[in-house]
């Protein structure tokens, strides 16, 4: 395989006609994690050369997924690289150029055919029972017909001309595959006003910016036979073709391959539900991968340490969403506690209960909350949800109508009472004291099992019954919007 000479180059090749999505990170990871374990290079290069479905605005993001995630490449946009630009729309002159050579020595010729003509003879062919491919029509045309085409205004595409015979190679992931040519017709180039396509552009950039591995999803597999005939055709030894490695298919929970339809493909959305991007590389780098022992659980650098082509699994893997939450929440609790409390802040900030930037007041109250709701989340987007009450107005403060219908009724009038006449003259605000003097006052003075006396209190100062620790929360709110808060319960009672 790979020696000494030749270190090992990589590259991960979107084409952001959207967010990117979970397959796509799951190939730049690995990737990423193959580049990091032999010390080779990983190699950013954005496939835009269809301007149209590719823009500025998609591949900024997919830029930003990328860094947010901790995929960071040594070649490619914003970074440069000795085989620059690697952006293909910049590239375009060199994609005519091979073009023009392909064209000049015989392995590309001009098609004439229009959209019409070549559905009809697929029709035909279909009917006939007969590959339904491009027919090479037009691949010995004589220079009568040429005219003739032109003099009627028709612009050609390039096509390849796929030679007889087979292709075999060793894909590093599902072993010897063989496709026969019969099944593999000529293929566009590129178009009739230039913009060069898919097969040429990548087989020429693979080439040119001595990529040694294409580790890339099963989808892509049967487009490798063109593109290892081009690099032929470019005059490449056969020992220093890209070696293929293609990953399995990721599955939505139906077993259909993962999409929009049967589950949610975009990193975006998980940026933006409160996944972490910890959770996110881990719980990726499992679907297809194992470090080889049972662990689960393991950061990015731990990936890169371990990764091995060796252990991707040639089955596919069914995205769990119930998993990833729970590495998630695992990422969320090894957190360390300002780390915690930067990544929390935002999902504050975009539920509109603290403004940007933080004032003081706002900044102690969510440096309080956060040590009480870190090893109670599975999501930062639960956050706002659970500390909302220490954020709210007194003047807006409302319980939440199911828990005060449960909770807030005549007979919680004592533990409230209690709790208020408990509080009121507490003479050090601290959770250990407030626990005491509740209590003290409500357990074993008014003999309620804790959770009656408790339930109402708790419903009564944060307006749920699912809460952050009471004693701390209390504690946090401070004395005057407790117990303005008690007594608007105990107003609110019932009968
Ligand atoms: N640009 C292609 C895509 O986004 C992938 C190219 C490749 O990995 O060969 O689907
Ligand atoms: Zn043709």
Known sequence: MTDASTSVRVRFAPSPSGDLHVGNIRTALYNWAYARHTGGTFVLRIEDTDRARVTDEYIHAALDTLRWLGLDWDEGPEVGGRY????????????REWTERFLAE?????????TEELEERRAEARKRGAPTGYDGHCRELTREQVAAYQAEGRRPVVRFRMPEGSTTFTDLIRGEVTFDHAYVPDFVLSRADGMPLYTLAVAVDDVLMK?????????????????????????????????????????GQDGQKLSKRNGVVSIAWYRHEGFLPEAMCNYLGLLGWSPGDDREEFSLAEMAQEFAIERVNKNSAQFDMKKL???????????????????????LQRAGLVGHPLNDEERRMVDGGAPLVQERIGRLTEAPGMLGFLF??????????????????????????????????????????????LR??????????????????????????????LFESIELLGRDRTLARLSSALGSLPG
């Not at 003290?440 to 099992?449: C, F, H, M, P, T």
Request: glycine residues 8%.
């Open 84 to 95: 620059g630009p690697y952006r293909q729309s910049e590239r375009q002159q060199i994609f």
């Open 440 to 469: 003290g006052a409500l357990v074993d003075g008014l003999g309620l099992k804790p959770r009656v006396a408790f339930t109402p209190v708790r419903v009564a100062v944060t307006g749920r019954r699912v809460s952050p620790p």
């Open 325 to 347: 939450e729970a590495i998630n929440g695992d990422k969320i609790r090894a957190l360390d506690g300002a780390d915690f409390t930067a990544r929390m802040t935002p999902f």
């Open 392 to 437: 709210v107005d007194e003047r807006h403060f409302s319980v939440d109508p199911e828990s005060a219908a449960r909770a807030l009724q005549a007979e919680s009038r004592p533990a409230l009472e209690g709790a208020m006449k408990a509080l009121d003259g507490l003479a050090s605000w601290d959770h250990d004291a407030i626990e005491t003097a």
């Open 211 to 251: 990529v040694t591995d294409i580790l890339r999803g099963e989808d892509l597999l049967s487009s490798t036979p063109r593109q290892i005939a081009v690099y032929r055709a470019m005059g490449v030894p056969e020992a220093e073709f890209p070696r293929f490695g293609h990953l399995p298919y990721v599955l």
């Open 106 to 114: 015989g392995h590309a010729y001009h098609c004439y055919c229009s």
